[in-house]
T-cell receptor, first 113, second 115 residues
Framework: AQSVTQLGSHVSVSEGALVLLRCNYS??????LFWYVQYPNQGLQLLLK??????LVKGINGFEAEFKKSETSFHLTKPSAHMSDAAEYFC???????????FGTGTRLQVFP | DGGITQSPKYLFRKEGQNVTLSCEQN?????MYWYRQDPGQGLRLIYY???????QKGDIAEGYSVSREKKESFPLTVTSAQKNPTAFYLC??????????????FGSGTQLSVL
């Protein structure tokens, strides 16, 4: 069965520092992988998605993620954090033929000035 | 503007009471979903519907019920059988539920609390 594991429920960085949010997946078939962002008291917005077209995926707000099959990882990065990046980030995978989206437990990003 | 509207934003439930959360979309999407969000647990799928008049149980359907009588509407009822209903509920939709790479559009959520 497909699943994702997000390492670290909280990540804190200084403004301007590199952002790295970790996600590892488990899948018996080639996965579709997603990163979503949630701002306080709001729904989720899609940041980016991997659908096998390219291993390095660029998303909105300067975020990108690299699919590494050998490491079963899909880590989210941004070269320089901005205060407005403070939010909760969810990694997700499509669960095979059911088309259900399975979410990780989320990582809350704090950005300090 | 097209989007998903959830109402109310905050809802309180008394012991033994059923409450219904509203979800309406004007995106002409076929598929709709209900997720429950608890701190530290991410989002868990309650029910989903791929087409009008059809819906499927998700991972935590017990104590919940849904209907899909219209394409644009997918209300969720939290019944008295749900013993721990306090959570943030998110509705989502996608163009369809096939293919595996659809983008989900989310509403802004309903916070349900027990009095």
């Amino acid at each position: 069965a497909q699943s994702v594991t997000q390492l670290g429920s909280h990540v804190s960085v200084s403004e301007g520092a590199l952002v790295l949010l970790r996600c590892n997946y488990s899948s018996s078939v080639p996965p579709y992988l997603f990163w979503y962002v949630q701002y306080p008291n709001q729904g989720l917005q899609l940041l980016l998605k991997y659908t096998s077209a390219a291993t390095l995926v660029k998303g909105i707000n300067g975020f990108e993620a690299e699919f590494k099959k050998s490491e079963t990882s899909f880590h989210l990065t941004k070269p320089s954090a901005h205060m407005s990046d403070a939010a909760e980030y969810f990694c997700a995978v499509i669960a095979g033929n059911t088309d259900k989206l399975i979410f990780g437990t989320g990582t809350r990003l704090q950005v300090f000035p | 503007d097209g989007g998903i509207t959830q109402s109310p934003k905050y809802l309180f439930r008394k012991e033994g009471q059923n409450v219904t959360l509203s979800c309406e979309q004007n995106l002409n999407h076929d598929a709709m979903y209900w997720y429950r969000q608890d701190p530290g647990q991410g989002l868990r799928l309650i029910y989903y519907s791929q087409i009008v008049n059809d819906f499927q149980k998700g991972d935590i359907a017990e104590g919940y019920s849904v209907s899909r009588e219209k394409k644009e509407s997918f209300p969720l009822t939290v019944t008295s059988a749900q013993k721990n209903p306090t959570a943030f509920y998110l509705c989502a939709s996608s163009i369809n539920a096939g293919g595996g790479n659809e983008k989900l559009f989310f509403g802004s959520g309903t916070q349900l609390s027990v009095l």
